[in-house]
């Protein structure tokens, strides 16, 4: 959806909640994709993806689309928010466990246990990382946001997004290697 046709819809939405079923059918699994991919609880993301729609619901007649900001930046942001409350209220049950086991077969059965521990090894460092390197690294690689709406979503320009995203990467990278030295997932960077 492009923004014109985006911004179009909130207006029809603020006049016609039913006009933002195709603005909640559009993003909500790109939002619930953003939320798995910062923890592993599928039904704590629902809920969460599901608390932003209704906030969304809620303030959408506020929304002022002459700025020209896709709806869907201020979708992430609210989604992002919530999940950093999300990890301050339950600092202890919300890292994830990374259990070291020597995977020695290479067959269709332990392909998918790989990519689960690989998994489990880029969220439990992604949850390491400073907040504002978290969101830029989810934006980009999980949501596959542009530098623009990326900028848009965190308030500043693309140019910024471009030096942030990679000072994100390399802290993960640090990270990464560090956590887990003897994975052969950083030679991949």
């Known amino acids: 959806m492009d923004i014109q046709s985006e911004l179009e819809l909130v207006e029809k939405a603020k006049e016609d909640i039913h006009a933002f079923t195709e603005i909640y059918d559009y993003y909500v699994a790109k939002l619930l994709g953003y939320c798995l991919n910062r923890m592993n609880d599928r039904e704590v993301a629902e809920d969460i993806v599901s608390e932003v729609f209704l906030q969304a619901v809620k303030k959408i007649k506020h929304y002022d689309t002459s700025k020209g900001i896709r709806f869907g930046s201020w979708l992430y942001t ?14 202890k049950t919300t890292r994830l466990e990374y259990h070291s086991g020597e995977l020695t077969e290479e067959s269709n059965v332990t392909k998918p246990l790989e990519q689960e521990l690989r998994k489990q090894q880029i969220a439990s460092v992604l949850q390491t990382l400073k907040p504002r390197y978290q969101k830029i690294i989810s934006l980009r690689f999980f949501s596959e946001l542009s530098n623009q709406e990326i900028a848009q979503t965190m308030g500043t320009n693309s140019n910024n997004v471009a030096v942030l995203l990679h000072r994100a990467l390399q802290s993960f990278k640090k990270k990464f290697k ?8 950083y030679n991949d960077f």
């Open 78 to 91: 609210v989604t992002h928010n919530k999940l950093v409350d999300y990890f301050r209220k339950n600092k």
């Open 178 to 185: 560090k956590m887990y030295p003897k994975s052969e997932i």
